[in-house]
Nanobody, 120 residues
Framework: VQLQAFGGGLVQAGGSLRLSCAASGSIFSIDGMAWYRQAPGKERELVADISTTNSTKYTDSVKGRFTISRDNAKNTVYLRMNSLKPEDTGVYYC???????????????WGLGTQVTVSS
């Protein structure tokens, strides 16, 4: 499975970006899709995930500002990011995975990620 994320860039605080990520390769079916981010010197964290039924979850710091969505026909996941803050800076990665008791479980498919930099 190959994952390619697009849409990162440099934006001022308060601005918006839309990330997209297409999954390709040996895909039989995709359950969950998710966005993670990794800031310099920090561990990778789950930002948002979405199931095949469009059930979504967000980490508290992005609730009300970010929206995750997906196009199942295209095996693509999106992340709309509004009201960006400097602390949103990092490399954003998409992931395909599953769920266990409602908790997203990532696979080892990460792709290269896309850099998001928010200036103050």
């Amino acid at each position: 499975v190959q994952l390619q994320a697009f849409g990162g860039g440099l934006v001022q605080a308060g601005g918006s970006l839309r990330l997209s990520c297409a999954a390709s390769g040996s895909i039989f079916s995709i359950d969950g899709m998710a966005w993670y981010r990794q800031a310099p010197g920090k561990e990778r964290e789950l930002v948002a995930d979405i199931s095949t039924t469009n059930s979504t979850k967000y980490t508290d710091s992005v609730k009300g500002r970010f929206t995750i969505s997906r196009d199942n026909a295209k095996n693509t996941v999106y992340l709309r990011m509004n009201s960006l803050k400097p602390e949103d800076t990092g490399v954003y990665y998409c992931n395909v995975g599953g769920y266990y008791r409602g908790t997203y479980l990532p696979t080892d498919y990460w792709g290269l990620g896309t850099q998001v930099t928010v200036s103050s």
